[in-house]
T-cell receptor
Framework: EAGVTQFPSHSVIEKGQTVTLRCDPI?????LYWYRRVMGKEIKFLLH????????ESGMPNNRFLAERTGGTYSTLKVQPAELEDSGVYFC????????????FGSGTRLTVV | LAKTTQPISMDSYEGQEVNITCSHN???????ITWYQQFPSQGPRFIIQ???TKVTNEVASLFIPADRKSSTLSLPRVSLSDTAVYYC?????????????FGKGTKLSVIP
């Protein structure tokens, strides 16, 4: 079974530019989550999709962040315009909510805004 | 406010059993106790989850006392490849919430 795939693995952009991160969850997983770790901080929840619907986006930091999941398959997270404080590692996870199996995380996208 | 408290770091020699204890005094009725492992440059990896008593899988054991205010992750006979950060989390999905709250975790260093 393929795991959660994130692309790109690294991205370096200038302040003010736009970046789009992509996540391909495990096939058949209706639940998809975005988390991030900014420098020196803990991993924080951003949002949760159930299929194509946003179930909880309470962790999104501001309106410069836009997440989509068209068709309930892969998801994108766009940052526009990027700011220096957006630098960090963005993780995507998926689950089918079977208790006892947890979430499967991807390896993350390391975003550096310069 | 941290939901869980665990040691910042631990050292162990290869072949020993490692026990990492986590405190969660304010655990809710619907919370499941969950442990993740994270290696550098990778995402967290699910290890084990339990509600009460003892849970064992091929990787670890999880001990939870009756009051559920703490839990202990037990790793049998650790090897160098077990060097990682271990996170103790409360999974609130039993109450309809799906946000995991990560703390700083415990950095386990396995020494040859």
């Amino acid at each position: 079974e393929a795991g959660v795939t994130q692309f790109p693995s690294h991205s370096v952009i200038e302040k003010g530019q736009t970046v789009t991160l992509r996540c391909d969850p495990i096939s058949g997983h209706d639940n998809l989550y975005w988390y991030r770790r900014v420098m020196g901080k803990e991993i924080k929840f951003l949002l949760h999709f159930v299929k194509e619907s946003k179930q909880d986006e309470s962790g999104m930091p501001n309106n410069r962040f836009l997440a989509e999941r068209t068709g309930g398959t892969y998801s994108t997270l766009k940052v526009q315009p990027a700011e220096l404080e957006d630098s960090g590692v963005y993780f995507c996870a998926s689950s089918d909510r079977g208790l006892g199996y947890g979430y499967t995380f991807g390896s993350g996208t390391r975003l550096t805004v310069v | 406010l941290a939901k869980t408290t665990q040691p910042i770091s631990m050292d162990s020699y290869e072949g020993q059993e490692v026990n990492i204890t986590c405190s969660h005094n304010n655990i809710a009725t619907n919370d499941y106790i969950t442990w993740y492992q994270q290696f550098p440059s990778q995402g967290p990896r699910f290890i084990i989850q339990g509600y009460k008593t003892k849970v064992t899988n091929e990787v670890a054991s999880l001990f939870i006392p009756a009051d559920r205010k703490s839990s202990t992750l037990s790793l049998p006979r650790v090897s160098l490849s077990d060097t990682a950060v271990y996170y103790c989390l409360l999974d609130p999905s039993g109450a309809g919430s799906y946000q995991l709250t990560f703390g700083k975790g415990t950095k386990l260093s396995v020494i040859p």
